[in-house]
């Protein structure tokens, strides 16, 4: 069965705890890497290995989910 890799960005370090512990519960989810800053997050995944699944908040400052989204 797959394993499914997941980051997290979210600006509340409560959210991302919170979602950590949902995905620990998930059989074969995997978190490879949490990011309160949307745009440290941009940078490594332009730059990085491609996940399965991102968890991104939609009001964060700098740069909103949506439109991190459309640039990722």
């Known amino acids: 069965m797959k394993n499914y890799e997941c980051i997290i960005i979210d600006d509340e370090s409560f ?5 950590k512990n949902y ?3 998930v ?4 978190l490879v890497k949490s990011y309160t ?4 997050a941009l940078i490594e995944i332009v730059n990085g290995s ?9 009001n ?7 439109d991190l989204s459309k640039e990722i």
């Open 50 to 58: 491609m996940v399965d699944l991102i968890l991104l908040d939609i």
């Open 60 to 66: 964060m400052p700098k740069i909103t989910g949506i």
């Open 23 to 25: 995905i620990n519960s």
């Open 27 to 30: 059989p074969n989810f995997h």
């Open 15 to 19: 959210a991302i705890d919170w979602l």
């Open 37 to 40: 800053d949307p745009m440290e």
